[in-house]
């Protein structure tokens, strides 16, 4: 079972969880970032790292976000991935508590 990266990183790309995790299994795209699914090795480091709780364990995702396993399988096979810590998004204390966020995915 992996963690999956959820709707609330969208915008926001915060990446605490990346510093966390010790098998490198975070992908990183335009505006959000995607745990691969192969790499995970569940350990549950990243998920209490994330300060707005975009993390979740895959049979912990809520039903409005089941979507995002699949994203997350498909994106971390598309984007480079990331290892260290950078700075958020511009303008992230602006999106952190907005919902619904997939149509702001930029692939």
């Known amino acids: ?42 350990c549950a480091l990243c998920e209490p790292e994330c300060p707005i709780e975009a993390i979740y364990s895959e049979d912990e995702l809520p039903e409005d976000q089941t979507e995002f396993i699949e994203l997350n399988a498909r994106l971390s096979q598309e984007w480079p991935n990331i290892t260290e810590q950078k700075l958020p998004m511009e303008g992230h204390e602006e999106w952190q508590e907005v919902k619904g966020k997939l149509k702001y995915l930029e692939i």
């Open 1 to 42: 079972m992996a963690f999956v990266v959820s709707d609330s990183c969208i915008k926001c790309k915060l990446t605490d969880c990346v510093e966390v995790c010790p098998v490198d299994c975070f992908y990183e795209g335009p505006n959000m970032l995607v745990i691969d699914p192969d790499e995970c090795i569940d």
